[in-house]
């Protein structure tokens, strides 16, 4: 039995279904059910025995601990987090209370709990928190990608937030031998990923005629995960990685935003063309955000290296499954656009 955090979001969700898929062991999914945890996500698994769902937050350390206690996992694999930089720049209080508070809560109630097991479910023990790219800052065009040990630079209160949590965990493991290890992975893609991040909000907005608003030039860069691949990579992580160790997980796929757009374009002409015309006539450049980083880009060697873990997928097979899944799942689609999304698509969009 495992224990995962978060697990109605889109890396969760999909996380816990790869999971399953692959190991069969059970899961006990803990989720706040915010805007972005869905439990539509995870809708093929009613009914599996496998699986339980608890709706939840982990800053509530009474419900933490008794879940510890019920359940009895062998791990703690930790995704919950506030994770949108544009929501983060207008209300950065939830940020601070989720990625910093909630991490710090988890950490807590696990090494109580890890204290009191016998020997060897002690020593099998571990906790792997799931976090970002973004800690590093920003990069050059000609600067060398991401390592491990590259300082933290964060630029915004989500990526501050998170670097916040990855130092909680770095502490907790150097000062109480808690068995923790790290993973910062760049930005992910695939299925159930919330329409306000780049790939879907441009597949949703181009399907309904609308707008396709890229940032600033659109020139700025990051490096492209596809999701499966990054849960891969976190089973690998959490059956051998070594404690206290930080992985950086990436897709070896660095392009600008506008190359991505338009790729996400030229994938809907094909598999559903428009009457009106080619789906780039959509595109429409708006003011850039505050702070935006100009370049993210991965150095996934270490996790290759002593792991043997490399991306299956490309960007060009991993973009065209995901294209193919938001136009075969538009009801899913439909659903998380509510009142809400559409506020707070208004409220980042509208005076750009």
């Not at 999909?14 to 190991?23: A, I, P, Q, S, Y």
């Not at 933490?64 to 949108?84: I, K, N, Q, W, Y």
């Not at 374009?265 to 063309?273: Q, V």
Request: glycine fraction near 8%; charged fraction near 25%; proline fraction near 6%.
């Amino acid at each position: 039995m495992i224990l995962v955090t978060g697990g109605a979001g889109f890396i969760g969700a999909n996380f816990v279904l790869d999971w399953l898929r692959e190991t069969g062991e059970p899961v006990v999914t803990l989720d706040a059910l915010t805007y972005a945890g869905n439990p539509e996500n995870l809708a093929s698994l009613q009914g599996d025995a496998r699986h339980v769902f608890v709706h939840g937050d982990i800053c509530d350390r009474a419900l933490v601990d008794r879940l510890l206690s019920e359940h009895r996992p062998r791990a703690v694999v930790h995704f919950a987090a506030e994770s949108h930089v544009d929501r983060s720049i207008h209300g950065p209080a939830a940020f601070v209370r989720t990625n910093v508070e909630g991490t710090f809560t988890l950490l807590e109630a696990a090494r109580d709990y890890w204290t009191m097991l016998a020997s060897d479910p002690k020593a099998a023990f571990r906790f792997l928190h799931v976090s970002t790219d973004e800690v590093y800052g920003s990069l050059g065009p000609k600067d060398p990608p991401f390592a491990e040990t590259k300082a933290y630079e964060p630029n915004s209160p989500y990526s501050a937030s998170k670097a916040a949590s990855d130092h909680l965990v770095r502490a907790w493991h150097h000062t109480y031998g808690f068995p923790a290890l790290t993973t910062n992975c760049s930005n992910n893609y695939g299925p159930y990923q919330f329409p306000e991040k780049l790939i879907p909000l441009m597949i949703a907005n181009a399907l309904a005629g609308k707008a396709l608003p890229i940032y600033g030039d659109g020139r700025n860069v990051r490096d492209w995960l596809y999701v499966s691949d990054h849960c891969a990579a976190i089973r690998e992580v959490l059956a051998r990685g070594r404690l206290g160790e930080t992985y950086n997980v990436g897709g070896w796929n660095e392009k600008p935003n506008l190359e991505i757009v338009h790729t996400v374009c030229a994938l809907l002409d094909e598999l559903r063309p428009d009457p009106a015309g080619a789906h780039a006539r959509l595109i429409t450049y708006v003011t850039d955000r505050p702070g935006h980083d100009r370049r993210y880009a991965i150095d996934a060697r270490k996790i290759e290296r002593e792991l043997g873990w490399r991306p299956a997928e490309t960007f060009e097979t991993g973009i065209r499954k995901t294209v193919a899944w938001y136009l075969d799942n538009q009801d899913w689609v439909a659903h998380v656009q509510s009142g809400s999304y559409r506020e707070w698509v208004d409220r980042n969009y509208a005076q750009r």
